[in-house]
């Protein structure tokens, strides 16, 4: 059994603790929380499993690495702290663990990574051994294995496009929704996710690493945003109030430009409320999924919807993240210490998943 700790209880944490009791080869091992209100809780009850798992969450991030665990799913939030989620990633890696984790953008593919991210993981590989794989739904198995596996029903191929269409009012993440991407804030604020080469910097590396695996050639990488303002007042469950004539939905592109021709596509479209922008393009539900299509012949289409937590379609969307990054840990265990990508990781059937459910 593969000892695992679960670093970050909060919307992939859940999931995560989840996906490592339920894996056949994964022990968990320990959980790393930085709110002091819940250290010394089960990690059961921080779960949602509702029942002990007999491991109890700590602050203490230098006991638990220096346990030893073999792995570590780093699931704390790297959106607007990506300085300390690489120095936490980097102390894991050098106390030799394999870690798996959603939370850095810039590594999704480290080929094109910064040299300021990708150098220091190197080093702690080399110094300790251990291994990094980054990966998530959008950036993740959305916009790369989804597509380049469809890929392989095409006789011809005329372009790729990877679409998340989601209600963010589902998402429960205020400070990100509201701030980050900027819902119900003036269309005169400036949202830091959709500032001009923020889109690139986080999808960029997916568009690389498809034509990568394609074999073609990226002439230039451009984007396209639109934002909508809300028509009425509009209440969410989670987050509150979001007020008439703040923004209400946003839609941005990210291109892969081949010989001329927009060939690679990732498409965002992102409401606070389905009422917003009804012109662009929808989910099959109205909550969320992730599509995409390929032109070509033949033209197919798949959309993805998942659920969690009630039928949740974040929550959904967090656990199948979860998902990929956990089935990889094994593999890892296995491999050289490296740092990997979604290329380089094999997307597995569920080897004695089958039957299995939450007790």
């Not at 894996?23 to 819940?38: F, I, M, Q, T, Y």
């Not at 990633?89 to 953008?105: E, F, M, Q």
């Not at 934002?227 to 990210?254: H, I, K, P, Y």
Request: aromatic share 6%; charged share 20%.
């Amino acid at each position: 059994m593969i000892s695992t700790v679960v670093w970050g209880t909060g919307n992939v944490g859940r999931a995560a603790i989840r996906a490592v009791e339920a894996h056949p080869a994964l022990a968990l091992s320990g959980v790393l929380v930085h709110d002091p209100k819940k250290v010394g809780r089960d990690a059961g009850e921080l779960s949602g499993l509702d029942r002990v798992l007999g491991i109890a969450a700590s602050d203490d991030i230098a006991a638990t690495l220096a346990a030893g665990p073999r792995a570590v799913v780093y699931a704390a939030s790297g959106d607007i702290r990506p300085d300390e989620a690489l120095a936490d990633i980097v102390l894991a890696i050098r106390a030799g663990a394999i870690v798996v984790s959603p939370a850095l953008y810039a590594l999704y593919d480290p080929r094109s990574a910064p040299a300021e991210v990708r150098d220091p993981v190197l080093a702690a590989i080399a110094d300790g051994g251990g291994s990094l794989f980054v990966s998530g739904v959008d950036p993740g198995w959305g916009n790369d294995v989804l597509p380049l596996l469809m890929s392989g029903l095409g006789g011809t191929i005329e372009s790729i496009r990877c679409q998340e269409i989601f209600d963010y009012s589902t998402y429960d993440q205020p400070d990100s929704v509201r701030y980050l991407v900027g819902m119900g804030q003036p269309l005169d604020y400036q949202p830091p996710m959709l500032a001009a080469g923020v889109p690139t910097m986080v999808w960029g590396g997916q568009i690389r690493l498809m034509a990568r695996a394609l074999g073609v050639r990226i002439d230039e990488i451009r984007e396209t945003c639109d934002r909508r303002r809300l028509d009425n007042t509009v209440a969410t469950a989670s987050m509150g109030e979001f007020v008439e004539g703040t923004q209400g939905a946003v839609r941005f592109e990210v291109h892969g430009v081949v010989d001329g021709e927009s060939l690679l596509v990732i498409e965002h479209v992102t409401r606070i409320h389905p009422s917003c922008a009804p012109d662009w393009p929808t989910p099959p539900n109205g909550d969320g999924a992730h599509r995409v299509i390929i032109e070509g012949s033949p033209r197919v289409e798949v959309t993805v919807e998942a659920t969690d937590e009630g039928g949740n379609r974040a929550a959904g969307g967090n656990a199948t993240a979860v998902g990929r990054l956990v089935s990889a840990i094994d593999w890892l265990a296995a491999a050289e210490p490296g740092l990997y990508d979604a290329v380089d990781v094999p997307l597995r059937p569920a080897f004695g998943k089958l039957g299995r459910r939450p007790r």
